[in-house]
């Protein structure tokens, strides 16, 4: 009987060990899922709500550490001096805000009562210290992290070890890279150069052939000029031989060559002495030359606007020379015959509206 009370005495704190173990894991905060607590807390929403209507939306740190809010300015105010007084700024502290971190904060004063209502100025308050307390526990639970992970020397030194390797390695790396990328560069900027002379003298050699055809157009153009030039003469004298052999005689006697040399230097060569003497009484203004003067000066007469021939009294060789000139000055020129003066100022006049014109 007493074996049998002492194995019931035994299960009993058995089963009281089990007991406060299980409200150790279930009940104790160290132990909960705080992630499964967020989810199933209903009362999390309310304080939500409170904290959004009081504060607005919380987008960065300063809204909770600068805000107007008269429950929270002073008692926040509060703990920055107190920090500060220690050297510590939570400017530098606070993070940008994580909504999992302000969640916490309302969860903690959630814990802190069973009611189902909840006054405001204990909720602004009590988060805004939350708040503050949770960044400095981030910051303390960093610092921890990091003590456990490099408080071990060895650790430590094998680490810096590895690292030093591959910095070694990374090194050597980069300087084989840099010795290739400075051969690369060597042979880019050789190619580049070869290629660059060879575009050059390429370049010289078409430049040379275009210059080549260039003066060679000039030469045909030059050439297709003076041949135009001599058409145009030879087609004059054509009209002029042909109007001799029909006995030419002007057309319109309406034209007035007052009009047309009143703006205009006209120069005539050849004709009788005694005829070039006549036309110049009459029209003064009008230049004569010796048709037979072989060491004519055409430049002495100055800038001429038309020259006629009076082909009928004048040599070969003054005509020649005359030729050269009006083609050099590209001056317009026509041809003459007739010696009756009324008939010649008839000529003259329709020879230069004709010329004139077609200039």
């Not at 150069?193 to 045909?220: G, H, M, P, V, W």
């Not at 003054?318 to 007739?338: C, L, Q, S, W």
């Amino acid at each position: 009987m007493k074996q049998l009370n002492e194995n019931i005495i035994n299960l009993q704190v058995v089963e009281n060990a089990f007991n406060a173990a299980s409200l150790f894991i279930n009940i104790n905060p160290i132990n909960t899922d705080i992630q499964n607590e967020l989810k199933r807390e209903t009362r999390l929403a309310q304080v939500k709500q409170i904290v959004k209507d009081e504060l607005g939306t919380i987008k960065n740190s300063s809204d909770i550490l600068y805000s107007n809010h008269k429950d929270l300015k002073t008692m926040v105010s509060c703990l920055r001096n107190l920090l500060i007084i220690d050297k510590l700024d939570l400017d530098f502290i606070a993070p940008k805000v994580n909504q999992d971190d302000l969640d916490k904060v309302m969860l903690a004063f959630i814990k802190t009562t069973g009611k189902a209502e909840f006054d405001e100025t204990q909720v602004v308050q009590s988060f805004g210290a939350g708040y503050i307390m949770k960044m400095l526990l981030n910051e303390y639970l960093r610092a921890r992290e990091l003590y456990l992970t490099y408080s071990d020397e060895d650790a430590l030194y094998s680490e810096l070890k590895a690292l030093k390797e591959k910095l070694d390695t990374a090194s050597l790396a980069k300087d084989t890279v840099e010795i290739q990328a400075h051969k690369l560069k060597s042979e880019i900027e050789t190619h580049e150069l070869k290629l660059k002379n060879a575009l050059s003298e390429q370049s010289r050699f078409y430049e040379a052939q275009i210059n080549e055809l260039n003066k060679e157009i000039d030469r045909l153009k030059i050439n297709l000029d003076a041949e135009m030039k001599n058409r145009e003469e030879l087609f004059q004298l054509r009209e002029f031989f042909i109007d001799l052999k029909n006995d030419y005689s002007p057309t319109d006697t309406s034209l007035d060559l007052s009009r047309f040399i009143a703006n205009k230097k006209l120069l005539i060569i050849g004709g009788t002495p005694s005829w070039r003497k006549r036309l110049e009484a009459k029209f003064p203004t009008i230049l004569t030359a010796d048709g037979f003067n072989d060491k004519i000066e055409l430049r002495s007469y100055g800038e001429v606007d038309f020259v006629l021939f009076y082909s009928s009294y004048m040599s070969h060789k003054t005509y020649y020379k005359t030729v050269d000139f009006i083609r050099a000055n590209d001056i317009p020129a026509g041809y003459i015959g007739r010696t009756n003066m009324d008939l010649v100022e008839f000529e003259i006049a329709e020879e230069l509206n004709k010329r004139l014109a077609a200039h």
